[in-house]
């Protein structure tokens, strides 16, 4: 069983267009977390929602706009996408403070 | 503002040779502390974890690490690698209490090992 899952795993797109990547997860966990992964695998925080309220949103472009409609969904919106956005996006789920799990990841390829 | 910085960028070994990867934080405050590995193209894997108690902690597949609070280092270490350890390493702390528990990774280190 997935414990967190994203879809999907592979996103190729043009500049300007908006998309959108899904992470889900099954622990029971209250809190949801987005990071980016750059080329250099530097990992950086960008949201966290705890029961489904927002409580860390790392100076991300408004572009980015996360939804979370229940404690196990936490979904990526990203609106015209620039060259910069590509990256892999990683999901992750804790008890607030304690280890996080990481979904699969979701590799964004912007042309 | 928090920060973890890890020592090595990439390291070579060779089958059985002995592994330390150097990770400090900046921060005062109480932390818990992480290390995660990152096999070549999968996701991160919790390989071990500090939050109180014993300062030396065991994890998966051998690896251990030692949390020294006076030097704010939590070091990995493993006596003998395997090829099968090839994967980046990644420290990383959260900070209790506030900041949503977010984690706040060093640069990672990139593991080659020799067959």
């Known amino acids: 069983d997935t414990a967190v899952s994203q879809t999907p795993k592979y996103l190729v797109t043009q500049m300007g267009n908006d998309k959108s990547i899904k992470c889900e997860q099954n622990?029971?966990?209250?809190?949801m977390y987005w990071y980016k992964q750059d080329s250099k695998k530097f990992l950086k925080i960008m949201f966290s929602?705890?029961?489904?309220?927002?409580?860390i949103n790392e100076t991300v472009p408004n572009r980015f706009s996360p939804k979370s409609p229940d404690k196990a969904h936490l979904n990526l919106h990203i609106n015209s996408l620039e060259l910069g956005d590509s990256a892999v996006y990683f999901c992750?789920?804790?008890?607030?403070?304690?280890?996080?799990?990481f979904g699969p990841g979701t590799r964004l390829t912007v042309l | 503002a928090q920060s973890v910085s890890q020592h090595n960028h990439h390291v070579i070994l060779s089958e059985a040779a002995s592994l330390e990867l150097g990770c400090n934080y900046s921060y005062g405050g109480t932390v818990n502390l992480f290390w995660y590995v990152q096999y070549p193209g999968q996701h991160l894997q919790l390989l071990l974890k500090y939050f109180s108690g014993d300062p030396l902690v065991k994890g998966i597949k051998g690896f251990e690490a030692e949390f020294i609070k006076s030097k704010f280092s939590f070091n990995l270490r493993k006596p003998s690698v395997q090829w099968s350890d090839t994967a980046e390493y990644f420290c990383?702390?959260?900070?209790?209490?506030?900041?949503?528990?977010?984690?706040?990774f060093g640069q990672g280190t990139e593991l080659s090992v020799k067959p």
């Open positions: 990383a702390v959260s900070v209790l209490y506030n900041q949503g528990g977010k984690l706040i």
């Open positions: 622990l029971g966990h209250d809190t």
């Open positions: 929602y705890n029961n489904k309220e927002l409580i």
């Open positions: 992750a789920s804790s008890h607030r403070g304690g280890e996080q799990f």
